[in-house]
């Protein structure tokens, strides 16, 4: 919320009547704009800018002892921050030449007309606001990071509330290790969101906030100026803020730390890690919440070793029955999600699969690192519980015969062949089955084509050519662009040329002569 700031205003103006005509007009301007001190010469203005410090001086140019210019020149030396307005009645461009070179905000004529001193001096009053605010955005950044001892100059008396805003699930591993461009992307829209709401927001009509990022990419602090004689946050105020963050994170789950007490600039550090640690603490996986970082205890120790060693589990690795070990390990999940457990035990107990399943991993491969890869990015890339888990479910049971049994490359070839058999309606993406499988690209293709006779990309294109032909005779009420995405390819102009170029004739076409031939068979 933009707030009023006090702008302090010393005039220097060697003429009497002309100084209180000035100072008569900045009053007529807004009750936010107020004289400290006034001069008649430049020497005058000097001793009460030392005493008042204001954040502008207006000044005339022709002035005794010290003029005008020769003033500035010297404030600029003692107070380079101080906004200058120039107010003359010399229309003389070497005037307005030195003055820009001293880096003046205005030159005005006189008569001084109330409206352009108005304007002149409401611009300033919003760059100052403007550069306290990132002045304070600084100061904060380093204070809430421990880079800044306490106490940090512009903010001594300033009471805050430390809030810890995280989109979706908490992260695990480094950004450039479970974030793309395209989800990255994502985050930065929905922080503009919240920006964009944070009026309503906000829970009092407050002068100044801040949103401070925090090592990951999903999560920031949102910085809260308490009011004067405002001691604490109301439950009820932390509850519509964080509804109305939630609004602006949707699908994706909104975690919310908080203290309802407001703290001075030398608690904003400790109070910052005490809200990372219940976040930390406390967050479950795809679910919204509200932790009061007061009240926060230890989340509850889970079982960790209950279903670790599954019998059928472990059987069905030793015969590598993948569609099996995928549905076990997914009611696994499930189960262990339904213990509410924060995700660091979680990844701690998925970690202990990977050594219980896979004791000795396959020379070259670290399963426990990869599981460990995509549980991180499945965390951070998938908004519930159900679509994590059967993300992580179908690749960890994946990654769990691949290390679990004894892998030969027929049998990899096979595997290769049921994955893009079970995929081939969704887009294959190669990369992201080299990741799964363990091995380059090339090795799959290579492997895959010694045991099939064709590259997993033709195979993949056959299946879904194949498929599209069935649906094509079998079912005439399918529109043609039904038919493409059911197969993989939702682009309907695509699916046509590529179908074509396959087959000979367009799915239309296709079709129609298809059928003829059956019913004359």
Request: hydrophobic content about 40%.
């Amino acid at each position: 919320m933009k707030s009023v700031r006090s702008v302090r205003i010393c005039v220097a103006e060697d003429e009497p009547k002309i100084l209180q005509n000035i100072v008569k007009k900045i009053q007529m301007s807004g009750t936010e704009f107020s004289v400290v001190t006034t001069a008649r010469n430049g020497v005058e203005a000097l001793r009460g800018m030392d005493e008042e410090t204001p954040d502008v001086l207006i000044t005339d140019i022709v002035m005794p002892m010290m003029d005008g210019l020769a003033l500035i020149k010297e404030v600029r030396k003692r107070y380079p921050h101080t906004h200058v307005v120039i107010v003359s009645g010399h229309d003389d461009f070497q005037y307005a030449k030195t003055a820009l070179r001293y880096g003046v905000d205005d030159y005005l004529l006189k008569p001084l007309r109330v409206e352009t001193l108005k304007e002149t001096l409401s611009k300033i009053s919003e760059r100052l606001l403007s550069d306290a605010h990132d002045s304070a955005r600084e100061e904060l950044f380093s204070v809430v990071h421990g880079k800044t001892s306490v106490g940090a100059p512009g903010l001594k008396e300033t009471r805050i509330c430390v809030l810890l805003v995280c989109i979706g699930n908490v992260h695990l591993l480094p950004a450039d290790e479970t974030i793309g461009p395209d989800f990255l992307a994502f985050l930065n829209e929905c922080w503009a969101n919240v920006r964009r709401n944070i009026e309503r927001c906000v829970p009092w009509k407050v002068g100044r906030w801040w949103m401070i990022d925090d090592d990951a990419p999903n999560q920031k602090f949102l910085l809260l100026e308490a009011p004067a004689g405002v001691a604490e946050l109301q439950k009820g105020a932390v509850q519509a803020l964080h509804r109305a963050v939630e609004a602006s994170f949707r699908p994706f789950p909104a975690k919310l730390c908080y203290s309802l007490e407001a703290t001075g600039i030398d608690g904003v550090h400790s109070t910052a890690n005490r809200a990372r640690h219940a976040l930390s603490e406390c967050a479950e996986i795809g679910a919204s919440q509200m932790v009061d970082i007061d009240l926060t205890e230890d989340a509850p120790a889970m079982h960790l070793d209950e279903g670790l060693h599954d019998l059928d589990l472990l059987q069905y690795l030793g015969h590598g029955d993948l569609d099996s070990c995928v549905l076990r390990t997914k009611e696994l999940l499930a189960t262990w999600l339904d213990e509410h457990p924060n995700q660091a035990r979680f990844v701690e107990r998925m970690r202990k699969l990977a050594d219980a399943m896979c004791p000795e991993p396959e020379e070259g491969v670290d399963s426990r690192r990869t599981i460990a890869g995509i549980v991180a990015s499945a965390l951070v890339e998938h908004a519930t519980r159900a679509e994590f888990t059967s993300v992580v479910s179908q690749a960890v049971g994946t990654l769990l015969v691949l290390h679990a049994a004894q892998l030969t490359p027929e049998r990899l070839a096979t595997l290769i062949g049921q994955y893009i058999e079970r995929n081939y309606h969704r887009q294959v993406d190669f990369a992201a089955m080299s990741e799964i499988f363990g091995y380059s690209v090339s090795y799959l293709s290579r492997t895959f084509r010694r045991f099939r006779g064709i590259p997993p990309v033709r195979y993949l294109s056959d299946l879904r050519i194949g498929n599209a032909k069935r649906l094509l005779l079998q079912h005439p009420e399918l529109d043609i662009s039904v038919v493409g995405a059911s197969v993989g390819f939702p682009d309907q102009h695509y699916f046509s040329r590529i179908f074509k170029k396959r087959t000979g004739s367009t799915p239309t076409a296709f079709r129609a002569t298809g059928a003829g031939r059956q019913l004359e068979a």
